[in-house]
């Protein structure tokens, strides 16, 4: 059975925060929206289905962005919301939807991130959060928070691959004419772009269609026609992490489908997803994911 998915209706959000919810996870999950009063946004008012009682049996909370976030919440909504964290529910936020979360206390010691425009806010409002700078978004433990807009859409497809697999996050991006999701460490944005003829995204297809084969950084960069030092300071500047971060994050997603789809050996998907022995392969793949393949497969099987 899936998931509940229940969206606040925390005063003074954000449509497209609540709109961005809704859509991505209303096609997968059943939905409930919970509140103490309609909530106004754009001239559009948003009515709750349940109160905030029903929070208590929601798996997981999203948190839209909300206006003037150096403001908290009301106190039940807090309440609600670290109630539920407490419990083990999964929390997600959107935007300044993190705002709050960190009010709630449950973000102490964890790393978050928000929209550019907020984050130092963020950092000295709550300095015992850690605060990720530049990021679509942030999964630590059951808190999963994004900065704005587009960015919505990835933690929701990010929920949606972990809860389901990647065939299904991918139809769920094509519902929504949405790519698959974007590496949460990617920047929002980018200060410098880059000249004409440096795109890199020949030398990362060239990479997905070649999994298997051994890859080295400097192999790509050859590949690319530059020197090491500056192929990784643009790759990192397109894709938001070191060549080999990605490529390692590129292998367990191919494992992850392979898992989902196939009945192939760990020794077999190890070797066509350029693992090496299985042996190293558990060990990434749990770094990774939590699980062990084993674990991954069967979870996603009974689903």
């Known amino acids: ?109 964890r790393q978050v991130t928000t929209h550019w425009r907020h984050t130092d806010q963020l950092r000295a409002m709550y300095p015992d959060t850690e605060v990720v700078d530049n990021v679509l978004f942030v999964a630590d433990g059951t808190l999963l928070t994004s900065a704005g807009g587009g960015a919505g859409i990835d933690v929701c497809l990010h929920l949606i691959r972990d809860d389901f697999g990647v065939d299904v996050e991918r139809a769920a991006g094509k519902s929504i004419v949405a790519p698959p999701t974007r590496p949460g460490p990617q920047p929002q944005y980018v200060d410098v772009m880059s000249p004409p003829g440096t795109d890199l995204s020949e030398t990362r297809t060239w990479a997905l ?8 950084v400097d192999g790509l960069a050859r590949r690319s026609a530059m020197a090491r030092r500056t192929f990784i300071r643009r790759f990192r500047d397109e894709t938001g992490m070191p060549p080999m971060q990605w490529l390692t994050s590129q292998r367990v997603l191919a494992a992850r489908r392979l898992l989902e789809t196939s009945d192939w050996s760990v020794d077999r998907v190890a070797e066509r997803t350029g693992m090496g022995t299985a042996a190293n392969f558990r060990v990434l793949f749990r770094r990774e994911t939590g699980l062990s393949p084993s674990e991954y497969r069967r979870l996603h099987r009974s689903r």
């Open 1 to 109: 059975m899936s998931r509940t998915v229940a969206i606040l209706a925390v005063p003074q959000l954000y449509l497209v925060d609540y709109s961005i919810a809704a859509n991505v996870l209303g096609e997968r999950y059943p939905l409930i929206v919970c509140g103490t009063a309609p909530a106004r946004a754009d001239g559009v008012t948003i009515a709750p289905t349940h109160g905030l009682d029903a929070l208590g049996e929601a798996d997981v909370v999203v948190v839209p962005g909300y206006e003037e976030p150096h403001l908290p919440l009301p106190d039940d909504y807090l309440e609600a919301i670290a109630h539920s964290e407490a419990r083990g529910a999964t929390i997600l936020a959107i935007c300044t939807g993190t705002f709050g979360l960190a009010a709630s206390g449950i973000t102490a010691g």
């Open 209 to 216: 269609d070649n999994l298997s084969a051994p890859i080295t």
